[in-house]
């Protein structure tokens, strides 16, 4: 079986990033009308955007919550880029509850935290494997970033089961471009004249090309990276995101996206109330600034973002406020085309597949 799975026909909820907040996660799911077991009464099946782990309290139960489920056949799920961070032993910000090295760091930020057991990788690892990079149907695509279809195509021809092996694979590919390129020679010249890490968010960095010309050519190069990351191209300014100065900016994909099916994705953070993004520690441009958080957006208004936000929970949490507050847990009942939030609020999503020549109206 490839990375790209068939979803099964009947009505869908579709979550997004939950991020280790398994409190959003329970509640959302009994809102929606799921048992412990993830059973619904008129059959309907979850499916996850990705994203399950990483900053949030229980990352852990989240991943266990999801497997059930899935193993019990009423859910579905694809990858998102925080699980092939994981399967690929790539520590990263957030990642504390699974990588020592990070725990120091992100006690600053994150703890409290439940973490991982001895156990654990031998007991979730080989489902993490199994799972896909993106589901469809004739009337639905999800993924967790992006839905292009050369990446999509590619991804097609990748067995299910090797996704870290493919994607180091390709990552490798990348970086023989890169030496080939002389990027790295470059990298190294512009950090030895920077004497500070470029994960002190405190000190703002010149605008490094080569490191922009390195991040760009994994993006570009890597299918799976584009398809679990998004779309990017070189920026102007650094700009301190996902706990690092960064030198390229993501692309509004959607604004391309010409096929008639639609696509739910999670990944951008997304914002049913208005959030200082740089209080998130996502400093980069907001790709929604100018989108209801209700709307359906991209050239056909047939593209949804799924993720509204509750990985930064940890932020209110180190504020003293309350998180649940502005981050929310979504789901997308589909085809209903209505928006449930973890506190039980219900929204009918508006502009779904509006005609171009009316938008330009």
Avoid at 43 to 65: I, M, N, Q, T, Y
Avoid at 208 to 231: D, F, I, R, W
Avoid at 288 to 317: E, K, M, Q, Y
Wanted: glycine letters at 8%; aromatic letters at 10%; charged letters at 25%.
């Amino acid at each position: 079986m490839s990375l790209v799975h068939t979803l099964p026909p009947g009505p869908l909820d579709v979550i997004g990033d939950v991020h280790g907040e398994r409190q959003a996660l329970e509640q959302l799911v009994r809102h929606l009308g799921y048992d412990d077991d993830g059973r619904h009464p008129a059959g309907r099946k979850l499916v996850f955007v990705g994203d399950f782990c990483d900053r949030g309290p229980d990352s852990p139960g989240v991943l266990a919550l999801v497997r059930r489920w899935i193993e019990a056949g009423n859910a579905y799920a694809v990858l998102g880029n925080h699980e092939i961070n994981l399967l690929r032993d790539d520590a990263k910000d957030g990642s504390g509850w699974f990588f020592d090295e990070r725990i120091e760091a992100d006690n600053r930020k994150y703890a409290p935290y439940q973490r991982a057991d001895r156990d654990f990788p031998q007991a979730m690892f080989p489902f993490l494997r199994q799972l896909p990079l993106a589901l469809e149907r004739d009337d639905i695509r999800i993924v967790h970033a992006a839905w292009i279809d050369e990446k999509i195509a590619q991804a097609r021809q990748m067995q299910a089961g090797e996704v870290a092996n493919d994607y180091d694979r390709l990552e490798e590919g990348a970086a023989v471009h890169a030496r080939a390129q002389g990027i790295p020679a470059r990298s190294a010249a512009e950090n030895a004249a920077w004497p500070y890490s470029l994960e002190d968010g405190a000190r703002q960095p010149p605008f490094m090309p080569a490191h922009a010309e390195s991040e760009l050519n994994k993006s570009q190069y890597n299918p799976l990276k584009v398809l679990t990351c998004g779309v990017e191209r070189r920026g102007t300014e650094p700009f301190f995101a996902g706990g690092k100065w960064r030198f390229v900016e993501r692309v509004a994909w959607w604004d391309r996206y010409a096929d008639a099916t639609p696509v739910l994705v999670g990944h951008y953070w997304r914002r049913i109330t208005p959030v200082d993004r740089a209080v998130l520690g996502k400093g980069d441009q907001d790709l929604f600034a100018d989108i209801a958080p209700t709307s359906w957006h991209g050239l056909l208004h047939n593209v949804f973002c799924v993720d509204f936000s509750v990985g930064a929970r940890w932020t209110a949490r180190l504020a003293g406020t309350r998180p649940e507050d502005d981050f929310k847990l979504a789901a997308m009942r589909w085809p209903e085309r209505e928006l449930v939030l973890d506190d039980g609020s219900r929204h009918a999503t508006t502009g779904f597949m509006t005609r171009p020549e009316s938008i330009a109206a």
